[in-house]
């Protein structure tokens, strides 16, 4: 599926996070086929849980070349209402899926700000529109994200910098079926079936996102074919959040 | 060749999405109440009526896209006649409906595409405006109606909400409302507004197999504008 793409991205620099993960590793490949150098910030050599120390360790891996291109795309998920969801667990995902693109931007945007050019694209999640059970702290970690994007795109668009969020919907990625799987085991009662197709069929287009979809929308969102968008939340979704 | 069928398609948006498509290979069929000066296959065609968007559909064979840009624009003043409401949400909501569902008969399964232009508008108000406001809140949610409806087949269906776009309806808009270009360039975030080859930018994108994914939004480009309080 469109594998002569090209974005005009050739010789741009970008930082992708959870570039080895499903989604994350589309878009480095997407960003990479299209002539961009690719920084990646992954597990197990870069942990993005460790948000005191992300700015330094990163600015140390970009050296002083600027980066044009920002992916936060990392995010872990852990299933659970508020009461089974323990602070601490909590604290976790908050840090992971908001503080450090939090950080990150806070590395980036210098740079970006001198050049006066740079796009930075947030992966959030349909959560960020609409509630889901069993997900307290990854929706509301996914709401915040979404929610920075918007702030920090007014903040820097006198600076031609855009920022804008994806919110996928369900992905064909091993997260996914680990998430089905657990959400089967741990709540039978509302989760009975593990199969997959019935999630799919609850999908408008009937089928998960290939990551290759989430990854051509971050190139699009990030080229300068979109110039004039920022501040904006785009669904793939195939039409969940539609419904 | 890849036939895409462009509403609006000789003035403004409309015609930068029938340069674009036409300089990625498309076959192009503009639709305008009447001619004006262009290299595109042209058929004058009143979107509101719904007799004349069937009479020309009746003439296609397959249309692979439809992207409707067909519209007018205008403050209606509630204290005034009807006429201008009528006109309005005849061409900017009724034409949609027309030229849809004419064209949903003879989309591919599994590739056809539609791209409704509607306008920021159609997610926010404007004191003055309530027939385009109107209008265009029903294009975006006609859009996610219809997208729903066509998901089995594989078709997508999505809308564009552009803020200001260079182009001689905003010009004659900023009189309407006297400012200057400068004055609505000042009040969009990224301080500049649209250019019309940045929306045809957008259509081209969501037309890409790739965005396959995509049904049923209303994206704005609008620089940021939607963002502020």
Redesign the interface.
């Known amino acids: 599926?469109?594998s002569d793409?090209s974005f005009g991205l050739a010789g741009r620099r970008a930082v992708v996070t959870g570039h080895r993960g499903g989604i994350g590793s589309a878009i480095y490949d997407v960003l990479r086929r299209d002539g961009v150098e690719v920084i990646g910030l992954d597990l197990p050599d870069f942990d993005l849980a460790e948000t005191a120390t992300i700015e330094a360790r990163v600015q140390r891996l970009i050296g002083t070349d600027p980066v044009d291109i920002l992916v936060n795309n990392a995010g872990i998920t852990v299933l659970g209402s508020v009461l089974e969801t323990s602070l601490a667990e909590a604290e976790r995902v908050m840090r992971v899926n908001f503080l450090a693109a939090y950080a990150l931007m806070r590395a980036v945007l210098p740079g970006m700000m001198a050049q006066r050019k740079g796009a930075i694209v947030n992966i959030a999640s349909d959560q960020a529109l609409i509630g889901k059970q069993v997900s307290a702290a990854y929706g509301a970690s996914k709401a915040a994200i979404a929610q920075l994007s918007?702030?920090a795109?007014?903040d820097w668009?006198?600076h031609g910098i855009r920022v804008n969020c994806i919110a996928p919907?369900s992905t064909q990625t091993a997260m996914l079926a680990t998430v089905i799987g657990d959400l089967a085991a741990k709540y039978p009662d509302r989760f009975g079936v593990s199969s997959s197709d019935a999630y799919k069929a609850a999908t408008?287009?009937?089928r998960f996102?290939?990551p290759?979809?989430i990854a051509?929308?971050v190139a699009?969102l990030a080229s300068d074919?979109?110039?004039?968008?920022?501040?904006?939340i785009?669904?793939?979704?195939?039409?969940g959040?539609?419904? | 060749m890849r036939q895409a069928v462009i509403t609006g398609g000789t003035r403004g948006i409309g015609r930068a999405v029938a340069d674009r498509l036409a300089a990625e290979g498309w076959s192009v069929l503009t639709l305008a109440r009447t001619p004006a000066d262009g290299p595109h296959r042209f058929v004058a065609c009143d979107v509101a009526d719904g007799d004349a968007v069937r009479r020309v559909f009746s003439g296609l064979e397959r249309i692979d896209a439809l992207i409707t840009c067909a519209g007018i624009a205008g403050a209606n003043r509630l204290d005034g006649d009807d006429a201008l409401w009528h006109a309005i949400i005849g061409s900017n909501l009724h034409g949609v409906y027309h030229t849809c569902k004419a064209a949903v008969p003879k989309l591919p399964d599994g590739t056809g595409r539609i791209v409704n232009v509607a306008s920021v508008l159609g997610l926010r108000g404007v004191p003055d405006q309530t027939a385009y406001c109107a209008a265009k809140h029903g294009v975006v949610g006609f859009t996610r109606a219809l997208a729903l409806a066509l998901a089995p087949r594989g078709i997508t269906v999505n809308a564009l909400c552009p803020g200001w776009v260079d182009t001689t309806m905003a010009r004659q808009r900023y009189a309407e409302l006297g400012i200057t270009a400068e004055q609505a360039a000042a009040g969009v975030p990224t301080g500049r507004v649209a250019t019309a080859a940045e929306i045809a930018d957008a259509v081209v994108w969501l037309l890409r197999p790739e965005s396959r994914g995509i049904t049923g939004h209303a994206l704005p480009i609008e620089g940021g504008g939607l963002a502020l309080p």
Do not use: K, N, Y
């Not at chain 1, 785009?234 to 039409?239: A, E, K, N, S, T």
């Open positions: 599926m469109g793409l918007r702030s795109a007014l668009s006198g919907g408008p287009l009937g996102a290939d290759r979809e051509h929308a699009f074919a979109a110039s004039f968008i920022t501040g904006v785009l669904p793939v979704d195939g039409g959040t539609a419904q």
